[in-house]
């Protein structure tokens, strides 16, 4: 079955044909690195790389590139209220990045190309622009004329007078109309700058991921992704400038994220609710946010809330619970004739509903179904009397392939504190005083699932870990 992407572009899904048979070119917008990276900027970064990861399954070689920011407005508030240095700032955000994201189970891009490393690269392209009548020089500033591109709002579906009224931009002395966007920046006394052809500057936000994108991939690239918010005026402005630049498509699918709230609120800084990654991976397993993150389709809204957390929590040990259970009976052997075929279907089967699922927009939500199903399987065959290491083996390697494909691991090293582990116990022993004898043993299998041993006593319920 051909994967269907759903193209912002057109609206619509549809078959993914590269345009080199085997090679996909993608290029993911990454941070401006002035702080650590919140639960939003990691959405993009788990998605699109359990993205890579199922192309890469499906046999495709994969050139995947992320950018980073590391010069602009914000970047240079922040080093000055902090007395930094920018290239300091940036650097110690960007190991910062990798530490969070590397924790959440995301591989590196095969580049990370960093504005600051691309100056005469962007000098060169706005130059081009100017030549062709698209952009213009006033007072050191280079603006884009915007309604010189005749495609321009076709990625956000707007028309240019709809997207006067969105882009909230008014006439100014140095542009010529409203929607025009800025490409070089004049230095302002005391910034970080460059010298060029129009006088000292750095480069505007937009043309960078144009130029970095160009440099690494070519001309057109198959697939360009972000979060929800950088379709406009980032992406329609990337394509713009490309466009323009090259005379050729810049991307030919285009794919975005949806947002996140938190508590059911739109998560921003001036609601003081936004969440840090390297907060949050500090009281829980990075890998339940990444879990979490796509129990969720990933163009739709997800709202991220402790009870929610707990529930992708919960969902992740059933998984694990179950895999441990399988290598604990891993060596078990027994004669089931015609059985052992059976259950090679039923476990294939969930791989072609784990497929299907990827094959419809990359849908992880349907996918982690096909997981639980496939776990819950290994549940029932493991109640059988007799067991057979061969079809044990088949759903561990199976587990092992799908939890791959998704960024999750089924190791069992525990996460939890004595304390954590003593209210367990407790629950546990509630359980049985009250002939609750699944709730009983559905925690001790959580526990063993975490390396968590425990042992009945006349004296009371003794663990360890294993």
Same mark, same amino acid.
């Given at each position: 079955?051909?994967?269907?992407?759903?193209?912002?572009?057109?609206?619509?899904?549809?078959?993914?044909?590269?345009?080199?048979?085997?090679?996909?070119?993608?290029?993911?917008?990454?941070?401006?690195?002035?702080?650590?990276?919140?639960?939003?900027?990691?959405?993009?970064?788990?998605?699109?790389?359990?993205?890579?990861?199922?192309?890469?399954?499906?046999?495709?070689?994969?050139?995947?590139?992320?950018?980073?920011?590391?010069?602009?407005?914000?970047?240079?508030?922040?080093?000055?209220?902090?007395?930094?240095?920018?290239?300091?700032?940036?650097?110690?955000?960007?190991?910062?990045?990798?530490?969070?994201?590397?924790?959440?189970?995301?591989?590196?891009?095969?580049?990370?190309?960093?504005?600051?490393?691309?100056?005469?690269?962007? %000098?060169?392209?706005?130059?081009?622009?100017?030549?062709?009548?698209?952009?213009?020089?006033?007072?050191?500033?280079?603006?884009?004329?915007?309604?010189?591109?005749?495609?321009? /709002?076709?990625?956000?579906?707007?028309?240019?007078?709809?997207?006067?009224?969105?882009?909230?931009?008014?006439?100014?002395?140095?542009?010529?109309?409203?929607?025009?966007?800025?490409?070089?920046?004049?230095?302002?006394?005391?910034?970080?700058?460059?010298?060029?052809?129009?006088?000292?500057?750095?480069?505007?936000?937009?043309?960078?991921?144009?130029?970095?994108?160009?440099?690494?991939?070519?001309?057109?690239?198959?697939?360009?992704? /972000?979060?929800?918010?950088?379709?406009?005026?980032?992406?329609?402005?990337?394509?713009?400038?490309?466009?323009?630049?090259?005379?050729?498509?810049?991307?030919?699918?285009?794919?975005?994220?949806?947002?996140?709230?938190?508590?059911?609120?739109?998560?921003?800084?001036?609601?003081?609710?936004?969440?840090?990654?390297?907060?949050?991976?500090?009281?829980?397993?990075?890998?339940?946010?990444?879990?979490?993150?796509?129990?969720?389709?990933?163009?739709?809204?997800?709202?991220?809330?402790?009870?929610? %957390?707990?529930?992708?929590?919960?969902?992740?040990?059933?998984?694990?619970?179950?895999?441990?259970?399988?290598?604990?009976?891993?060596?078990?052997?027994?004669?089931?004739?015609?059985?052992?075929?059976?259950?090679?279907?039923?476990?294939?089967?969930?791989?072609?509903?784990?497929?299907?699922?990827?094959?419809?927009?990359?849908?992880?939500?349907?996918?982690?179904?096909?997981?639980?199903?496939?776990?819950?399987?290994?549940?029932?065959?493991?109640?059988?009397?007799?067991?057979?290491?061969?079809?044990?083996?088949?759903?561990?390697?199976?587990?092992?392939?799908?939890?791959?494909?998704?960024?999750?691991?089924?190791?069992?090293?525990?996460?939890?504190?004595?304390?954590?582990?003593?209210?367990?116990?407790?629950?546990?022993?509630?359980?049985?005083?009250?002939?609750?004898?699944?709730?009983?043993?559905?925690?001790?299998?959580?526990?063993?699932?975490? /390396?968590?041993?425990?042992?009945?006593?006349?004296?009371?319920?003794?663990?360890?870990?294993?």
């Amino acid at each position: 079955m051909t994967i269907q992407i759903y193209n912002t572009l057109t609206r619509q899904k549809e078959p993914f044909i590269p345009m080199e048979e085997g090679k996909v070119k993608m290029y993911v917008c990454g941070p401006t690195v002035y702080n650590y990276i919140h639960i939003g900027n990691a959405r993009p970064v788990i998605v699109f790389d359990t993205v890579r990861r199922y192309l890469e399954y499906t046999g495709f070689d994969v050139t995947y590139i992320s950018n980073f920011t590391d010069v602009d407005d914000k970047i240079i508030k922040t080093a000055n209220e902090l007395g930094e240095d920018v290239s300091e700032l940036t650097e110690r955000f960007i190991k910062a990045y990798f530490e969070d994201v590397s924790a959440l189970g995301c591989s590196k891009a095969d580049a990370h190309p960093r504005v600051t490393d691309h100056i005469e690269d962007i %000098i060169a392209f706005v130059q081009v622009l100017i030549e062709k009548g698209f952009a213009y020089e006033s007072q050191g500033d280079v603006y884009y004329r915007t309604k010189k591109f005749e495609g321009y /709002g076709k990625l956000s579906n707007q028309s240019t007078d709809e997207l006067i009224v969105g882009a909230r931009i008014e006439v100014g002395v140095k542009k010529e109309d409203a929607l025009d966007f800025v490409l070089w920046k004049a230095a302002k006394e005391g910034e970080i700058s460059w010298d060029s052809p129009w006088g000292a500057g750095r480069p505007g936000w937009h043309i960078e991921c144009s130029v970095m994108a160009r440099e690494h991939l070519g001309d057109t690239m198959d697939i360009h992704a /972000g979060g929800q918010d950088l379709a406009f005026p980032h992406h329609e402005n990337e394509i713009a400038q490309s466009e323009a630049m090259t005379g050729k498509q810049f991307a030919r699918y285009w794919m975005h994220n949806g947002y996140i709230n938190i508590d059911n609120e739109k998560m921003s800084k001036s609601l003081g609710n936004f969440v840090l990654v390297n907060d949050i991976r500090k009281k829980i397993d990075p890998q339940v946010l990444r879990f979490f993150m796509l129990s969720v389709h990933y163009r739709n809204p997800i709202n991220f809330s402790e009870d929610l %957390i707990e529930s992708a929590e919960n969902g992740l040990l059933r998984i694990r619970t179950a895999y441990n259970n399988l290598q604990y009976r891993r060596n078990a052997s027994a004669n089931l004739g015609d059985q052992k075929d059976i259950w090679f279907h039923k476990v294939d089967k969930c791989k072609v509903q784990f497929e299907t699922a990827m094959n419809d927009d990359f849908n992880t939500a349907n996918a982690i179904a096909a997981v639980f199903e496939l776990a819950k399987l290994a549940n029932v065959y493991l109640l059988e009397k007799n067991t057979e290491t061969e079809v044990i083996e088949h759903f561990v390697a199976m587990l092992e392939k799908l939890m791959s494909v998704i960024g999750l691991t089924l190791d069992n090293e525990s996460n939890l504190l004595d304390t954590d582990i003593e209210t367990l116990i407790e629950e546990r022993l509630e359980a049985r005083r009250t002939r609750d004898f699944s709730r009983s043993d559905e925690i001790r299998d959580e526990l063993k699932a975490q /390396g968590i041993l425990l042992e009945d006593t006349a004296q009371g319920t003794r663990w360890k870990r294993g």
